[in-house]
């Protein structure tokens, strides 16, 4: 069974720009969740999605934001990329929406906002 | 505001020893906790979870415990081998938090041979 996919792997984007992140579950997973990882704040949840819908939501501004497919693979966008946004952009598929659903992750996007 | 925290940002142990990594949370409506791995270039991959209503769970090498009154849990893992060297992540949900997993800042454990 094919793991989690996500593109591209590595993107370079400047300040004020826009960026779409895509991820593909695993087959016959319904819920994708993204997170966010940077030095020394560890992962942190992003938003998740479960048969198109948003589920939940982390802390994160509006400039950020997801949609879920019909089939669902998920995109990512960040508007107006901010020097900070620079980070690995994790995304994880499980089955369903449950909490205790293992959550299977993504090798993740680097983005460098420059 | 850290809710689960991993005060040792590294760990080193020799082979064959008892590796142990902690963590700690601050958020009492957490009842649910699990430990990750990441190799670098990959994703975090899941290890070993527990509920809140137990305070051990073995897979294995590896044995989680859960302290509620201290709001503690610790991952040992033994013996340590050196594939075992990755960045260790603690996790944890709520039932009525919005956040799907909430991970602690990562400790980077080195087995040496």
């Known amino acids: 069974k094919a793991g989690v996919t996500q593109t591209p792997r590595y993107l370079i984007k400047t300040r004020g720009q826009q960026v779409t992140l895509s991820c593909s579950p695993i087959?016959?997973?319904?819920?994708v969740s993204w997170y966010q990882q940077t030095p020394g704040q560890g992962l942190q949840f992003l938003f998740e999605?479960?048969?198109?819908?948003?589920?939940n939501k982390g802390n994160f501004p509006g400039r950020f934001s997801g949609r879920q497919f019909s089939n669902s693979r998920s995109e990512m966008n960040v508007s107006t990329l901010e020097l900070g946004d620079s980070a690995l952009y994790l995304c994880?598929?499980?089955?369903?929406?449950?909490?205790?659903?293992?959550?299977?992750f993504g090798p993740g996007t680097r983005l460098t906002v420059l | 505001d850290q809710q689960v925290k991993q005060n040792s940002p590294s760990l080193s142990v020799q082979e064959g020893r008892i590796s142990i990594l902690n963590c700690d949370y601050t958020?009492?409506?957490?009842?649910?906790f699990l430990w990750y791995k990441k190799y670098p270039a990959e994703g975090p991959t899941f290890l070993i979870s527990?509920?809140?209503?137990?305070d051990k769970n073995e897979d294995g090498r590896f044995t989680v415990f859960l302290n509620k009154s201290a709001k503690h849990l610790s991952l040992h893992i033994v013996p340590s081998q050196p594939g075992d060297s990755a960045v260790y992540f603690c996790?944890?949900?709520?039932?009525?938090?919005?956040?799907?997993?909430?991970f602690g800042t990562g400790t980077r454990l080195t087995i040496i041979p």
């Open positions: 087959s016959g997973h319904r819920s």
């Open positions: 994880a598929s499980s089955l369903t929406s449950g909490r205790t659903d293992t959550q299977y």
């Open positions: 999605y479960f048969s198109e819908t948003q589920r």
């Open positions: 527990i509920s809140s209503i137990k």
């Open positions: 996790a944890a949900s709520g039932a009525r938090g919005n956040e799907k997993l909430t």
């Open positions: 958020n009492s409506m957490f009842d649910y």
